[in-house]
């Protein structure tokens, strides 16, 4: 990737830091303590609380440990049998903070327990030398607030990502979600002003802030996520015969369709727009049926999880039980072959801070249709590496999907478009991004230290 390039997607709405002298060029810090709060870096994604932000972190802080920049990771302990620290890389540690009973505490109950978390933060900083850690850097609107705390107590900067914005996800939510609480807002309000820096997915996601936080223009970045192109790649043999053979490996019929759902299994993610498409595409080609699969890989999260049956249920009353495959998360390199094997990723989503499933499907060589918000026209070229679809009528995604069906020349132009959209997003880039990111929070630091 050119340096323009990289610039491209990792552009710095923060423009250069202020022209006062301090001592010293601005450095990089040496050692972050990294805050996941609510969920840890050591789960599974694809269930419950874990998702985008477990892989962003893990992989974030892998790549940041290659720059020299040790980081600690701060999780909630969800068992007492957690040891008090784990090594997750080279230079990455993650450490459990007690706070709260362990099992069988869901989100919602956590703001409760971010006292008892600021305690237990404390006390590793406590430790060590003060200036121990030279930064902070916490995920979502939960370890904000901590990070707030941690970062004036310690006299560090605090860059912090939304990840989620409680308005943006309550003007778009899905039938029969529940709506962020208040208190969300308050306290995401709270922490865009605290923070030194704001780390937004997209210029969109930048605008947001601005728009509906009262963010700084100045201290909002943008900074596009990556994705593992060692990981999520075609098989050596190409497109077309690594296809085929991921469809052997998973037991998948060679001359099947196959739109792939990935991801929780939530209403805000719409699985059941794509399973209403799949019924309607039935309706209209019925000689699909016989070579139609719909894999949904993934389990029950947020409110889904008060029913996680609800979609198993849905199939069944649209008559369509026999093309929808049910599978629980899996680890990444098997997910590789999930998207290895499939026609097209279906992305319904109504809210997407990025939507990094998208990514890893077309590195794979698989195009997305995905609903056209958040972070996913950046992730898809509409009618390049995908289809963009406006809304979430069923019809509209049935029709993207018989573009496919219909056309199976259309796929292979898409496959070699969605391969180099894919190659264009990098960890190595995104961390280089962060750790300019860093820098210029404290030069600012430092600056305002010195002033005040
Ligand atoms: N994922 C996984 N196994 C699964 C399903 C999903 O590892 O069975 C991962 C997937 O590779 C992706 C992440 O979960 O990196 C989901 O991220 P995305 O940004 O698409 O959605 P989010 O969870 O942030 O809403």
Redesign the pocket.
């Given at each position: 990737m050119t340096g323009l390039e990289e610039r491209r997607h990792a552009t710095a709405l923060t423009g250069p830091p202020p022209r006062l002298r301090t001592r010293g060029a601005p450095r990089r810090p040496r050692r972050v303590a990294m805050l996941s709060v609510h969920t840890s870096p050591l789960h599974?994604?694809?269930?419950g609380d874990?998702?985008?932000?477990?892989?962003?972190i893990v992989e974030l802080a892998k790549r940041l440990a290659t720059l020299d920049i040790e980081v600690e990771i701060f999780t909630r302990a969800t068992s007492a049998a957690l040891p008090p620290s784990v090594e997750l890389a080279p230079g990455v540690l993650v450490r459990h903070v007690a706070a709260g009973p362990y099992e069988g505490l869901a989100k919602e109950d956590l703001p409760a327990q971010l006292c008892a978390f600021t305690h237990g933060l404390t006390r590793v900083w406590a430790g060590h030398h003060p200036g121990h850690y030279d930064l902070v850097h916490s995920h979502y609107w939960l370890s904000g607030h901590v990070g707030r705390l941690a970062a004036e107590r310690w006299g560090v900067p605090l860059v912090h990502a939304m990840?989620?914005m409680a308005k943006v996800k309550n003007a778009s939510l899905a039938q029969g979600d529940t709506p962020e609480p208040a208190a969300r807002v308050i306290g995401e309000t709270q922490v865009v002003r605290a923070a030194d820096r704001l780390i937004a997915n997209t210029e969109k996601e930048a605008g947001e802030l601005l728009r509906h936080y009262d963010a700084e223009t100045g201290r909002v970045a943008v900074v596009h996520?990556g994705v593992d192109l060692q990981r999520?790649r075609p098989d050596a043999r190409g497109v077309e015969a690594g296809r085929s053979a991921a469809r052997s490996r998973l037991g998948l019929p060679q001359d099947a369709l196959i739109p792939l759902f990935?991801?929780?299994v939530q209403p805000?993610?719409a699985p059941d727009v794509l399973l209403r498409a799949v019924a309607r595409l039935l309706q209209e080609r019925p000689w699909l049926r016989e070579r139609l699969v719909v894999p949904v890989?993934?389990?029950p999260?947020g409110s889904g999880l008060a029913r996680p049956e609800g979609l198993q249920k849905l199939a069944a009353r649209l008559g369509i039980s026999d093309v929808v495959l049910f599978?629980?998360?899996?680890?990444?390199d098997?997910?590789a072959d999930?998207y290895r094997a499939a026609s097209v990723l279906v992305?319904p989503?109504h809210s997407?801070?990025?939507?990094?499933?998208?990514v890893?499907a077309q590195a794979c060589g698989t195009p997305v249709i995905a609903a056209e918000v958040g972070g996913l026209p950046v992730a898809v070229r509409d009618g390049v590496s995908g289809i963009l679809v406006r809304g979430h009528d069923p019809a509209d995604y049935a029709r993207a999907m018989y573009g496919f069906a219909d056309d199976p020349a259309r796929r292979t132009r898409m496959s070699e478009a969605a391969l180099r959209h894919a190659r264009s997003f990098g960890w190595a880039t995104a961390a280089a991004a962060t750790a300019d990111v860093y820098k210029a929070a404290l030069h600012d630091h430092r600056l305002a230290r010195r002033i005040s």
């Open positions: 599974q994604p694809g269930t874990a998702g985008g932000m477990n892989v962003y990840h989620t996520p999520f990935v991801g929780r805000l993610k890989v993934g389990g999260s599978r629980p998360p899996v680890g990444q098997r997910l999930w992305m989503s997407e801070s990025f939507g990094l499933v998208a890893e």
